[in-house]
């Protein structure tokens, strides 16, 4: 009896029980009578275990997300393990699963809610067996739910068509919200609010009484000029546009509002906070790419295709260890040194930037690295990638030399305390010839590093990238690098 009480009242966090007495216990409404010597339980709640589930957080920096769509319906029974629903994050697309065995009883947050806070109810679980089709939504979150759906179709509903009727001539005098078949109605004939005598609960505004408005005053619609082809009807089709989805420009208008999603709102606020909280300091180096040049087209006759990129990784990883001041993060008001090298690389997605770990750089092999970036950049752009596969990372290159850019400076991603930005290769004549020479520039934290450890950090980046076969000794590829030196 006493496991059967303890184990109830740890679901509902009650914290004291009084076995010494008739005792009641009062969590969310629903109070539960403990009788020792009957030995029964009596609630006045229709559903006695009623789980609820909120909105996780998904990462350090989620506050809000968005339920793109639920794996289950209403009624359908949850093991644990089963995926609930896909969740957008700031950073990707994740799927929330849940360790409870019951039945989902309802569904707060539907497909497509957007910007829903974390730790706000999305939806309601009941153990197997329960009437789950009569659960009681809690109070402070029915009435929410109730008015989602009309807000939503106002705040994102396009420009009446006549503009002498707008949403501005309807005043709402009665406390309530009208809806959109009520408020086309007043808009189509011209009708203010406050000239109908409402008979709906508490004072509503209905369509009735519009209609019966219209049909005594013998009124007519008024002539309305089309500002856009698109219908009414549309706004509530694209009340959710997907962040892929371009925005069409209005005839006439002179601007277009581009939705923000999560990720680049995200990715705003980061940027603003590192730049006006960190002291950012610049230092810059040209390497000589010519012997990388040979090393990759030996590789590629011995059927090894190895990019750019993937030894510009490897490359900063070996400078890392040797300079392990610059492999940190800010931490507790002060640098804190980084036991493992892992190295988040920049990807560019339709939604944003976002950087997948390289893990151990430093004791991967070049081809270890190009099929881990593969594989995490292509599920980076496809949202699928996992909160610990981006979140962390003690150092992070950002390469625009693919797209052309010669030479630039990245904003750091703190906590970390550097981020390498890494150019094109460019032909420069010299004493020694015509050679090819990349730039790299290293943003740090003056904060932590000084100015001779970002030195430091730049020759030996250099010394490495100048003598590649170095970054192939010890792994499989090393006979490809003795033929290469000889």
């Known amino acids: 009896m006493a496991t ?32 020792l010597k009957n030995r029964q339980f009596q609630s006045s709640a229709a559903i006695l275990a009623t789980i609820k589930l909120d909105m996780p957080s998904l990462s350090p920096t989620m506050e809000k ?86 807000q939503a179709q106002q705040t994102l509903a396009p420009p009446p068509s006549a503009p002498a009727v707008s949403s501005g001539h309807i005043p709402v005098e009665h406390g309530h919200l009208i809806g959109p078949s009520v408020k086309k109605l007043l808009q ?15 004072g509503a505004l209905l369509k009735g009484d519009v209609l019966n408005y219209i049909e005594s005053k013998s009124l007519n619609k008024v002539t309305q000029q ?9 706004p509530a089709k694209s009340a959710q546009p997907k962040a892929s989805e371009k925005s069409t420009p209005v005839p006439g208008a002179k601007f277009v509002d581009i939705p923000l999603t999560n990720m680049r709102r995200v990715i705003a606020k980061r940027l603003t906070e590192s730049k006006t909280t960190i002291p950012h300091a610049y230092a810059s180096i040209d ?25 510009i990784i490897k490359a900063a990883a070996f400078a890392l260890q040797r300079v392990p001041k610059v492999n940190a993060i800010w931490a507790n008001d002060g640098p804190r040194l980084s036991s493992s090298v892992d190295i988040s690389v920049a990807v560019a997605t339709p939604n944003g930037l976002i950087t997948p770990i390289v893990k151990g750089a430093s004791y991967l092999s070049v081809d270890q690295i190009g099929s ?36 630039f400076s990245a904003v750091i991603n703190p906590p970390q305390l550097a981020i390498l930005a890494v150019g094109s290769s460019r032909h420069e004549a010299s004493i020694k010839g015509n050679q090819l020479k990349m730039n790299v520039t290293l943003s740090y934290d003056s904060r932590a590093v000084n100015e001779v450890e970002a030195t430091r950090f730049l020759e030996e980046f250099r010394n490495v990238i100048e003598n590649p076969q170095t970054m192939l000794s010890g792994t499989n590829l090393d006979s490809a690098a003795e033929a290469f030196v000889f």
Not at 226 to 234: F, G, I, L, M
């Open 4 to 35: 059967t009480v303890r184990k109830f009242c740890n679901r509902f966090s009650v914290c004291k029980v009084s076995f010494s007495r008739l005792t009641n216990f009062r969590t969310d409404g629903i109070t539960l009578r403990c009788n």
């Open 188 to 202: 189509e004939y011209n009708i203010t609010s406050s000239s109908i005598k409402p008979s709906g609960p508490g």
């Open 372 to 407: 881990t970036v593969k594989e995490l950049s292509g599920r980076a752009r496809e949202g699928k990638l996992l909160p610990h596969e981006y979140q962390g990372g003690s150092f992070s290159i950002s390469n625009l030399g693919m797209f052309g850019i010669t030479e």
């Open 287 to 311: 390497s000589n790419m010519g012997p990388l040049t040979q090393l990759r087209k030996t590789l590629l006759d011995d059927g090894v295709k190895i990019s750019v990129n993937d030894f």
């Open 226 to 234: 089309a500002a856009s082809p698109v219908k009414p009807e549309a």
């Open 65 to 150: 997300g968005n339920i793109i769509k639920w794996h289950k319906k209403e009624g359908d029974t949850v093991s644990p393990g089963d995926a609930l629903c896909d969740i957008e994050t700031d950073k990707a697309i994740i799927s929330m699963d849940t360790e409870e065995t019951g039945i989902l009883a309802k569904i707060i947050a539907p497909d497509n809610t957007k910007d829903v806070s974390v730790g706000s109810l999305i939806a309601l679980l009941v153990e197997e067996g329960e009437d789950w089709k009569n659960i009681q939504i809690p109070a402070d979150v029915a009435p929410k739910a109730s008015i989602s759906a009309p």
